[in-house]
């Protein structure tokens, strides 16, 4: 009767699980019972914090134990998984929305308790899924933009699009924001909300997702969910994502944007875990000129999603 009810009235509880290479198969919790920090986590080391959407039937996301287990492959750090899923596992969005700001300000309080016993902010990269982008974007506000990156894996646009920053994602938010646009048309947003914004296969249809509502759920989540997996690639393979700055989709098939003198020595961003790379170019440009950073790629249809870009010049004599 409980987790019926939730399902209309959901109860806010939220449960930080703690990752690292020493308990890579067992979640413990972040403080113990007693209040002190786990001994697994260290202060000295990158600290990501990976936070889930919308879930309206109340399952655990798929994506989340591969997730952890690549960036932990990857790089030796603390990885919290912010559990919400009793205020997100709600038929009404819309609370579901209310209660990013609810989850936000828990968060706020757990990290001035991490920052105590020695945690940085700027060594904090959340990462977050559709509305978890946006619980990221709020945790960011309360600490003035100064943690150290956030990821937008496909912000939720419903209820999101065309609003004010000081309700949504934006670039203020942390010293870097990334953000991957999959499902525009979709459940995701349209505008351009970090200091690099990729829209990968023009940010609407994913090859390889259903076409045909035929096809259920995957119809409504592949698009959306094609973020993560990108980003996930970035991390498995060595496939690199490069990306092309660009006004629209359109001017990109177009092979009107394959310069990028831009960005110097470190010449095309690349779309996932590597676009920190780029973030004093990106960051100057949007200090200094105020200019939005829109790129392109396209991708294939499958894991590990790699394509790779030609541009040919033909010399008429």
Same mark, same amino acid.
């Given at each position: ?114 920052l105590k016993y020695g945690a940085s902010l700027d060594n904090f ?124 989709? +359109?001017?990109? $098939?177009?092979? #009107?944007?394959?310069?990028? *003198? %831009?960005?110097?020595? !470190?010449?095309?961003?690349? &779309?996932?875990?590597?676009? +920190?790379?780029? $973030?004093?170019? #990106?960051?100057?440009?949007? *200090? %200094?000129?105020?200019? !939005?950073?829109?790129?392109? &790629? ?18 008429y004599l």
């Open positions: 009767m409980d987790s019926l009810k939730d399902l209309f009235i959901p109860q806010m509880e939220i449960a930080l699980m703690l990752y690292t290479r020493n308990n890579l198969n067992c979640a413990e919790p972040l403080f113990e019972q007693n209040g002190s920090l786990n001994v697994n986590f260290s202060t000295n080391k990158k600290t990501v914090w990976l936070i889930h959407g919308y879930r309206p039937t109340g399952s655990t996301p798929s994506w989340v134990q591969n997730f952890l287990r690549t960036l932990l492959n990857r790089e030796d750090m603390n990885i919290i998984v912010v559990d919400w899923n009793r205020g997100a596992t709600t038929f009404l969005y819309s609370r579901a929305v209310k209660n990013t700001r609810r989850v936000a300000w828990s968060l706020s309080g757990y990290i001035r308790n991490l990269h959340f990462i977050g899924m559709s509305l978890g982008a946006h619980i990221s974007g709020f945790v960011g506000k309360i600490f003035q933009g100064q943690l150290g990156r956030i990821t937008g894996l496909d912000p939720a646009g419903p209820k999101f699009s065309g609003r004010p920053s000081n309700v949504r994602l934006d670039y203020t938010d942390a010293k870097f924001v990334d953000v991957i646009h999959s499902d525009t048309n979709g459940l995701g947003i349209k505008e351009p909300l970090g200091h690099i914004d990729f829209y990968p296969n023009g940010g609407k249809k994913q090859p390889g997702c259903p076409k045909s509502i035929f096809s259920g759920i995957e119809f409504i989540k592949c698009n959306h969910q094609r973020a993560v997996h990108l980003f996930m690639a970035s991390l498995e393979t060595n496939c690199n994502f490069i990306s092309f700055p660009c006004s629209s989709y +359109e001017d990109f $098939k177009a092979g #009107l944007c394959v310069n990028c *003198e %831009k960005f110097k020595e !470190k010449s095309c961003p690349r &779309l996932g875990y590597q676009a +920190e790379l780029w $973030k004093d170019v #990106l960051k100057e440009r949007k *200090e %200094k000129q105020f200019l !939005k950073t829109t790129v392109f &790629l396209d991708t294939s249809g499958t894991s590990p999603f790699c394509n790779h870009h030609f541009a040919y010049t033909i010399l």
